[in-house]
């Protein structure tokens, strides 16, 4: 939505949006820890992307295994 994706393959990129994320599943988190980083072109979109940021997060107060490196072998 932001352009830091294509939705076809001719799609324009921009390269100064996007989402880093600062933490891995199982991370312990302390109060006031960033857990993302929302790059935008305006003030806007970082607050409207961020919302969907938090929203795609959960937390827990007990600890979660970490995702597996390898899901599949063949």
Not at 29 to 53: D, I
Not at 66 to 71: E, K, M, Q
């Amino acid at each position: 939505d932001r352009g830091g994706g294509r939705h076809r393959k001719d799609g324009v990129l921009d390269y100064a949006v996007g989402v880093e994320i600062l933490v891995a599943v199982g991370d312990r988190l302390e109060p006031g820890k960033a857990v993302g980083r929302v790059h935008a072109r305006t003030a806007e979109q970082a607050g409207s992307t961020a919302e969907r940021v938090r929203a795609a997060i959960a937390l827990s107060a007990e600890p979660v295994a970490g995702n597996p490196l390898i899901h599949e072998t063949r």
